[in-house]
């Protein structure tokens, strides 16, 4: 038999933090575990109510208890890093022209936030990319220049082909056409999307955003699916 055949695999232990008196009794419980070699410890749990992670590690405020995934230990980390924080919003900053009859891909030249390398404002200004695999929610808002010919619409796509989401209507002849689109969806890492619009009002239209002066598109993680 190897040394690792005969000492203790695993064991809990009650450790006193503090000489007992008749006013104090102070004790971590300790879990311990060996994978090779003598038990160590993983966990312990405080008289105060405590967690420590491999000892007496009980983290900061804020931070969450994350997995390494199997065959790693648990940590704590900062809620920002253990948590989603893969959120992007990209906007233009001005109106685009908008060719009659013609599906356009709406492109964006800044960013009011990326978090995760997302968007890029160099090349493919028209993408927003899932960095990592999860469920994401999307949106997409823009406003027609008023004129009160055609049809408006406006869609975005997976990975420059797949629709997976569509408003299409009528017009406003009196203002501009505001239109919008949310979804939520389950994303492979590196897919992307784009969003894309389309006018048949015989002329070249402005779009432009809800708030600002050109349209807005964004993304975020909401879970792992």
Known sequence: CGTDAIVAGANIQAVAQATFSATVNNTDLLF???LSGAATEK???TANGELGVGGANYGNDGQVLTSGGAGAAAAWEDASSGGFNNVVRAHNNAAISISNASETTVTFDDEDYDTD?????SSNTGRLKATTAGVYIVSFNGSFASNGTGRRKMAIKLNGSTELALKEGDTNQ??????DLTFQR????????????YQNSGGALNLKGLETTGPKFA???????
């Not at 390398?117 to 404002?121: K, S």
């Not at 009196?174 to 239109?179: A, G, K, L, V, Y």
């Not at 993304?219 to 699916?225: D, E």
């Open 32 to 34: 311990m575990t060996g």
């Open 219 to 225: 993304m975020a993680k909401i879970g792992t699916g």
């Open 174 to 179: 009196n203002d501009e056409t505001s239109m």
């Open 43 to 45: 966990f312990r749990f």
């Open 186 to 197: 389950k994303f492979d890492a590196c897919d992307y999307v784009e969003a894309l619009v």
């Open 117 to 121: 390398t997302m968007h890029c404002t």
